[in-house]
């Protein structure tokens, strides 16, 4: 990329990028539609642009290479993205999502072995189950929104592997909680200024509120578990058996932090993920027919096992394709810590970076023909070519730590619901994308559910065996 040829702001301290308002820089076109925006920008000045929120210098980066140095060569420069997550530090607190510094590496460390691919299988049982439970509730012809199906089995899911709780027996008042402070986070993520959060408003009551009954539910949890003659089998009690260095364990306060990142970052954005999913199939029947083709022959009407969610190539191939247009966590954001060399720039301490999965699933140079919903594009892709450009769990060090389970928790609800019903969306328009932390369908994504009916070639009848019966 030849940098002096572009207009913009450019001088020889910064890539090129957009002039925008003397005061509020590109405050007002990047809040309203930040993916739009940064697609326009990396269309008009390329891989790296600069740009002003308010007075911050901001960063939008589109090149593998440069993104491999934030995510991976230079990761200890910079940290999670404040312009963001501090709207919302007393949910997350030190847990692993915002944590930062050695703090985040030895806990990273604690906790990755719980989430490894052979610790994790043993939840699939549960999945199953829960998935089960939700499908012998749907009836035939009926319309309901998948996406809040989706957050309700994947908060279910959640919390059994977390805590061994069932969300029905006494666990609605969690649920309920979790429900109104996501409902916070987006409205808190839109302020532009944090004072905002201090003010005496309705819902920064309701936000506290709710995260009492949360703190007091996980304090809860925790002590059950500490107390408990047996421990369970959860990601819980794995994170409370851990220990560090020098043989101590978590404290209870890095305990419900760490909990409620997981509980928060995991259901929602796995939930996001299969709604959109349904849709796109929704848009290809013919797609859908050759994904229902795949799941009737390797599942052969059973439930799927661990070792059949290898066989579903397709089906993997139709979630893939399908997190590549519609990424859950569409942004990721960082800060740099100190000043940063990347490009021939300097990006200096303080100064916002911006890597959006949404925009670089869209990116024509690796994706030929990029809005369209083509899953056989995986069969013939270099998957480690490109290893910063598709990016739907983030990369390098602070990479999605749940990205094994939520691709099984997908795999086997995804499979099972089409083992079982068809589903058709069912909105007044096209759905959108309510971009909060994550991408939330707008509409709720209403679905009208069809039984399927599939006749086993053993349960059809020969001419014979017909002209017996008659
Ligand atoms: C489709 C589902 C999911 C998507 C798209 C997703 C996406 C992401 C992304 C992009 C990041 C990196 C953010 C950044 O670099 O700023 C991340 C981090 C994280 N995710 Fe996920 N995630 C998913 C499911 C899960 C699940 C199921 C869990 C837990 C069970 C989880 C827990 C976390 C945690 C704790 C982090 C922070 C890791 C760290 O910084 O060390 N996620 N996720």
Known sequence: MNHSTHR??????????PKGHWLL????????????FLQEQTERYGAFVHFKLVHNDAYCITDPELIREVYLNQHTKFVKNRFFWGHVTEIFGRGLLTNEGESWKVQRKLAAPAFQRRSISCYMACMRDFTEAMLNDWQDGEKRSLHDEMMRVTADIAAKTLFDKSLDQGG????????????QIPIRLRRPFFFIDKLPLKNNRIYHENLNI???????????EAHSSTPSNTLLSMLMSARYEDGSGMSRQQLRDEVISIFLAGHDTTAISLSWTAYLLSGHPAIKERMLSEI?????????????LAQLRFTRNVLKESM????????TGRDAYEDVDIGGYTIRKGSMVFISPAVMHRLPEYFPEPDVFNPDRWDTIDERALR???????GGPRVCIG????????????????????????????????????????????????????????????????QENL
Do not use: W
């Open 324 to 331: 590549r247009l519609y990424p859950a966590a569409y942004m």
């Open 172 to 183: 609605q008042r969690i649920l309920e909680a979790v429900h109104r402070i996501e409902e």
């Open 388 to 394: 910063f450009v598709y990016i739907p769990f983030g």
């Open 403 to 466: 990205e094994h389970f939520s691709m099984m928790e997908a795999m086997t609800l995804l499979s099972m619901i089409y083992q079982r019903f068809d589903l058709q969306y069912a909105g007044k328009a096209p759905e959108g994308a309510m971009l909060s932390a994550t991408m939330v369908p707008r509409q709720g994504m209403p679905m009208c559910f069809s039984k399927r009916i599939r006749i086993k070639e053993s349960d059809t009848m020969s001419p014979a065996m017909m």
């Open 296 to 308: 009737d022959t390797v599942l052969d009407n059973r439930s799927p096992s661990f070792e059949d």
């Open 214 to 224: 949360l703190d007091e539910e996980i304090h809860a949890f925790i002590e059950a």
């Open 25 to 36: 820089g590109s405050l007002r076109p990047y809040s309203l539609e930040p993916i739009e």
């Open 8 to 17: 913009g702001v450019a001088t020889k301290n910064y890539p090129p990028g």
